[in-house]
């Protein structure tokens, strides 16, 4: 199988280009991606001479680059985005741009270009919004809550609309939030580790209580080589690991496998539409297609924190520069 992935050389989507790689020793990869805020060309470094991977420059908003490799492949897998909620609520249009227009540009691109080809859109949870009680089902209604949620749950009414106008093979995934290595060091479980090693203040918003259901960034790319292989056409798949946890208590759990003090911790003004909690119902990919989890969250979330300290691994120092903090939707820039 040759496949397009786009966003390779982000968080997800480097993981993703390594297990096809390694798991599929058949399998063509071509990652598109346009090296923005989340991508770390050092994220792919050890798939420079892989002769079954390739890498192009590109924009999924721009026709060129997708259309003709579009004619080159019997499956695309989106997983290129803007992805900090943070900096969709400062600056909401390029989340509309890269993550509705993008997704609608491949779109165009198979139907017009490669009718036969698959398209897997990797989605997630945020776009249900908050949940109380209970886990959302792939037949719950959307109510994202910021403009990123709402820039990916537009993109997925794009993929099941030209599923059932053009009767395309479209498949989408929603997926919780990831942990592993290789990700950009503003989102929480990074940033917590880096700060914390330099004994830098981390800033939790509110009270901490949000919760979150953390998945394994490996078990995330076994679920979406799943449904690239065998997930039918026009279906939506949860994925969850069904690790719900408070934000707290993760930088808590950080902080105590890097034996730092709790008084790193510093509460700030809460995110606005901060959503309390996230919750899904993976039933349906665990009975179709016989996923499941394979990554214990303790033991693997302290590899984790272990990974980021002693990998060779470096964040490249443009992007560093630009995380945000402690309030970054009002793009005050104190790191
Ligand atoms: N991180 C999570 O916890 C999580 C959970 C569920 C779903 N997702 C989804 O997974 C995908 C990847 O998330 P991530 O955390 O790896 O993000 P990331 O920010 O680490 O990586 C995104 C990548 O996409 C690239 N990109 C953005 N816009 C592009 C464009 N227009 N053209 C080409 N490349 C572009 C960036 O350069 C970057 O390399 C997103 O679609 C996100 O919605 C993420």
Redesign the pocket.
């Known amino acids: 199988m040759k496949i397009l992935v786009?966003?390779?050389?982000?968080?997800?989507?480097?993981?993703f280009c390594r297990y096809i790689i390694s798991k599929h020793p058949d399998y063509e990869v071509t990652n598109?991606?346009?090296?923005?805020?989340?991508?770390?060309p050092a994220?792919l470094k050890d798939l420079e001479n892989e002769k079954r991977y390739k890498f192009i420059k590109?924009?999924?908003?721009?026709p060129e680059p997708i259309n003709k490799t579009i004619k080159q492949v019997d499956a695309v897998v989106?997983?290129?985005?803007?992805?900090?909620v943070d900096r969709s609520i400062a600056d909401p249009t390029?989340f509309i741009?890269?993550?509705t227009i993008?997704t609608f540009t491949i779109l165009e691109a198979i139907r017009k270009h490669n009718d036969k080809a698959k398209l897997v859109q990797?989605?997630?949870?945020?776009i249900y919004g908050e949940i109380h009680k209970g886990s959302f089902n792939e037949n719950d209604m959307l109510k994202p809550s910021n403009p990123?949620s709402a820039s990916?749950a537009a993109a997925d009414m794009f993929v099941i609309a030209y599923h059932k106008t053009y009767s395309l093979n479209l498949a989408i995934?929603?997926?919780?939030?990831?942990?592993g290595p290789?990700?950009?060091p503003e989102?929480l479980i990074p940033k917590t580790i880096i700060r914390a090693l330099k004994n830098r203040p981390i800033p939790i918003y509110g009270t901490g209580q949000n919760v979150r259901d953390w998945?394994h960034?490996q078990d995330?790319c076994k679920a979406v080589d799943l449904v690239l292989r065998k997930g039918e056409s026009g279906e939506i798949y949860n994925?969850s690991a069904e690790n719900e946890i408070p934000n707290i208590k993760i930088v808590r759990k950080i902080l105590a496998t890097l034996h730092k003090p709790e008084d790193l911790i510093t509460f700030v003004e809460d995110r606005p539409g901060h959503d309390i909690r996230y919750s899904l119902d993976s039933s349906k990919i665990r009975s179709k297609l016989g996923w499941k989890p394979r990554f214990p969250f303790e033991k693997t979330l302290e590899q984790t924190v272990h990974w980021y300290v002693n990998s060779e691994w470096g964040w490249k120092p443009l992007a560093t520069q630009r995380i945000l903090h402690p309030t970054p939707w009002k793009l005050r820039d104190t790191h």
Not at 173 to 179: D, P, S
């Open positions: 786009t966003g390779g050389l982000g968080f997800i989507g480097s993981n598109i991606d346009k090296v923005g805020i989340g991508a770390n994220n590109g924009d999924i908003r721009d989106n997983i290129a985005a803007e992805t900090h390029p741009q890269n993550n993008g990797v989605s997630t949870d945020e990123y990916k995934t929603r997926c919780t939030n990831n942990y290789y990700q950009i989102k998945i960034v995330h994925i």
